[in-house]
């Protein structure tokens, strides 16, 4: 089974953003020191936005000029050790500033879908330059800010003007509609690898235009969420989660639906979730899966979640293939 161990490489969104130390740069050299004495490469989905802003004020705060450069640094070290890093757009950095004190991140227009089509092609091809200026490799494959990456069609030239091959945002079973966002992978099967599609994102293409590699998703009780209910109130330090800043708030509704009903939850390194790894990859072997691609966060990590991460790296079968979408 090819294994893609699969991180989306950011900030938060909520008021408060968090530090970059905090958020990237430190669980990053955790997970990548795990991943090289394990003889792994990691894939990081750069939120390409973020870096652009940072050029865009450096030159007026030097305290943004610092963070530039230590994250283009990292980046390289990282690049030069054989990770890989590919395209991840959170457009709302289009219309978010800072106003020399802090980030003021605008989220209403969080989609790609809310931009003209000029204007989707314009930051696909910003976002896909800075990466390659700084690791001096174009990258092949795209995850959508917030899964949505629906309708394909508003992309599709942006992909192939920028020779995106590969998508990873869609898991199966995932459904979200709300004023920002907005996803619905319901057609797709569980267990599913990998597939070409066309126009339409969820559905299989003759062409072979487009590869789209799913995240790995599993139905999870409202039993795992009450856990991190109380986990998040009473856990010990060990579930402190590295990043420093806030997300943006669930609504309550989704809340009170993850605590009453069972729900389709993309396999993920962050905090206590990580505790389903090995379950997870037991369940994709057992259907004769080709892959198993996981999801972290950096900035969600926690001390917790890195043991189990690694734990779970010393459990595989010696077949497993840890892979990347790059050479």
Not at 35 to 42: T, V
Request: positive net charge.
């Amino acid at each position: 089974m090819n294994i893609y161990i699969t991180l989306d490489y950011e900030l938060f969104f909520g008021n408060n953003v968090g530090t970059l130390e905090n958020c990237m740069l430190k669980p990053a050299n955790e997970i990548a020191r795990i991943a090289n004495e394990n003889g792994i490469k990691l894939v990081f989905f750069i939120d390409s936005g973020y870096l652009l802003k940072l050029k865009e004020y450096s030159q007026r705060f030097p305290e943004l000029k610092k963070d530039l450069n230590s994250l283009t640094t990292q980046i390289k070290r990282l690049s030069n050790q054989g990770h890989t890093f590919e395209l991840h757009i959170h457009p709302h950095w289009e219309d978010s500033y800072y106003d020399g004190k802090k980030w003021i991140i605008i989220t209403n227009r969080y989609r790609l879908h809310s931009f003209e089509d000029e204007e989707i092609m314009d930051i696909f091809n910003k976002y896909t330059k800075v990466i390659k200026d700084i690791t001096g490799r174009d990258p092949i494959a795209f995850r959508a800010g917030g899964w949505s990456v629906q309708p394909f069609s508003k992309l599709k030239q942006a992909f192939i003007k920028n020779r995106i091959l590969i998508d990873s945002s869609v898991f199966s079973g995932g459904y979200h509609n709300s004023k920002h966002q907005f996803y619905d992978f319901q057609k797709v099967p569980k267990f599913t690898s990998e597939y070409y599609f066309d126009e339409e994102i969820t559905e299989t293409s003759s062409s072979q235009k487009f590869k789209e590699i799913p995240i790995s998703s599993m139905q999870v009780s409202p039993l795992f969420f009450w856990k991190l209910s109380l986990i998040k109130v009473f856990g010990s330090p060990l579930h402190n989660t590295y990043g420093d800043g806030q997300p943006i708030k669930m609504p309550n509704s989704k809340l009170l639906k993850l605590l009453t009903f069972s729900s389709n939850s993309v396999v993920s390194i962050d905090g206590y979730k990580a505790s389903y790894l090995k379950k997870a990859y037991g369940i994709f072997k057992k259907n004769d899966a080709k892959n198993f691609v996981i999801i972290g966060h950096p900035k969600a990590f926690t001390k917790f979640s890195l043991i189990k991460f690694e734990k779970f790296l010393k459990s595989l079968n010696s077949e497993d293939k840890i892979s990347t979408f790059g050479p």
